[in-house]
């Protein structure tokens, strides 16, 4: 009995044996073969060796995944409590609410990045968030600015709305409509018209 015991394990050692080869080179083979996913990057693909992921994705667990989007006619509405006034015309509220809805869904906003526009009580706190929507950049008003005055020739020494505009932007946050007005000014005559 003992060699028939003895040959009865040789032969499930042997399959055992054999399938851990056959694994081995399966394993092998999808390696040489390269990887079968998306790139790098990409949604559904590895994070790269920095641990980022193209716009709009995260990395979590070395998978570039998409985070739960952010309720964007939420956002846009809170936002609009902030940059329009009581009297806004009816047209106009509507299409600021469109157009940052639009901008919301563009920037593929998470939960994440939509708490803290809702939680924004001003426009201060607007500018600070990482992707604040509906807010104008200071830097562009600013440098335009500059431009307009050194080439409109007014004294140097006389407060203009530019100057007043520049002041402004240190501590407040213009609203996107009034950067657009703004930078379409060919004088600072033009620039008093736009509405903060």
Not at 23 to 36: F, I, N, Q
Not at 40 to 67: F, H, I
Not at 90 to 97: G, S, T, V
Not at 104 to 113: F, R, V, W
Request: glycine content about 6%.
């Amino acid at each position: 009995m003992k060699p028939t015991r003895t040959r009865a394990r040789a032969v499930v050692l042997t399959g055992i044996l054999g399938a851990f080869a056959a694994l081995a080179s399966l394993a092998a083979c999808k390696r040489a073969s390269g990887p079968s996913g998306p790139p790098a990057g990409q949604e559904r693909g590895d994070c790269r060796p920095d641990r980022t992921c193209e716009p709009g994705l995260e990395c979590l667990s070395n998978l570039c995944v998409r985070p739960p989007p952010a309720d964007c006619r939420k956002v846009a509405e809170q936002v609009s409590f902030l940059l329009l006034d009581n009297y806004t015309p009816h047209e106009q509220r509507a299409a600021f609410l469109t157009e940052t809805q639009r901008q919301c869904e563009g920037k593929h906003l998470s939960k994440d990045d939509a708490e803290c526009l809702e939680r924004a009580r001003t426009r201060a706190e607007l500018r600070e968030c990482p992707t604040a929507l509906g807010i104008g950049d200071c830097a562009k008003i600013t440098a335009h600015l500059e431009k307009v005055r050194a080439s409109s020739g007014v004294d140097a020494y006389l407060v203009t709305a530019a100057d007043r505009v520049i002041s402004r932007c240190k501590t407040e946050a213009p609203t996107l409509a009034f950067e657009q007005c703004v930078l379409s000014a060919a004088t600072v005559e033009v620039v008093e018209r736009c509405s903060w």
